[in-house]
């Protein structure tokens, strides 16, 4: 499987590119800038998309800052299921991210749009921050994120941006339920159970999610992360197998 992203998704993007001016135009004619927001299930290809707009953009001479959460590799980075990488900046619920922009700006350096994985980590108050670098600062915002957590219940920053982008787009879902229809929601399961309490955020809840949480205990269940159909999550049905037709692989 190749997640490219959708041709609707990308001609929308491209649309949008169009009509943004060179850095030099935009000083003389301050374009409005945009806060859009990128949501789907686990392994809908977000980061891969958030890699292609990051491309878009820098083809057309924009300079970005790559933004992500809770990354575990040691060396912060966005990447993706085909292979692409690139180097992040990590944030961490206390950063403000209007003063991790004017810094750059303070170093010399441009910032014209901002590239946010993970972005269902954000707290609220980021979310803000990030409308407010979009109105006052004229700096694009592209924000990646999980819909929903296992409790089908929206992440605190997808909640904000949500309510706060100018565009909000559901990532056209590849990843699919047993069943075949299209995924969803990400069910936490525990040994042969899907579990709908507890903590919100445990650190499989992001690709590459399919890996147990952490290593179990001896005689402890593991924890992973399965993408069902509403009709199966809620029922609790895992299918033939628990990583039937359709479900990436563990890695
Ligand atoms: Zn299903």
Redesign the pocket.
């Known amino acids: 499987m190749t997640p490219t992203p959708p041709a609707g998704q990308l001609a929308a993007l491209d649309a949008s590119l169009g009509v943004v001016p060179a850095a030099g135009d935009r000083r003389r004619h301050p374009a409005p800038a945009h806060l859009v927001f990128f949501h789907g299930p686990m392994d809908c290809g977000k980061s891969t998309l958030a890699l292609q707009v990051d491309h878009n953009q820098s083809r057309q001479g924009r300079h970005g800052l790559l933004l992500t959460q809770d990354d575990r590799s040691g060396t912060p980075q966005i990447s993706s299921r085909v292979g692409l990488q690139r180097a992040a900046i990590e944030l961490d619920a206390d950063t403000d991210v209007r003063l991790l922009v004017r810094d750059r700006w303070a170093a010399g350096h441009r910032v014209d749009y901002l590239i946010v994985d993970e972005a269902q980590f954000l707290t609220g108050e980021q979310a803000e921050q990030l409308a407010e670098l979009v109105d006052e600062s004229h700096v694009d915002v592209y924000a990646f994120g999980l819909t929903t957590d296992f409790r089908t219940r929206l992440f605190p920053g997808t909640q904000r941006l949500f309510e706060l982008a100018d565009d909000v787009q559901r990532v056209q879902v590849e990843v699919l339920?047993?069943?075949?229809?299209p995924?969803l929601l990400n069910a936490r399961v525990v040994g042969d159970a899907v579990v709908r309490e507890g903590a919100t955020v445990v650190v499989a809840d992001t690709a590459p999610a399919l890996q147990p949480a952490a290593a179990p205990a001896a005689g402890e269940a593991t924890v992973r992360y399965q993408v069902?159909?509403?009709?199966?999550?809620s029922r609790g049905?895992l299918?033939p197998t628990p990583t039937g037709p359709g479900q990436l692989a563990l890695r």
């Open positions: 339920c047993w069943c075949g229809l995924g069902l159909c509403r009709r199966h999550f049905q299918g």
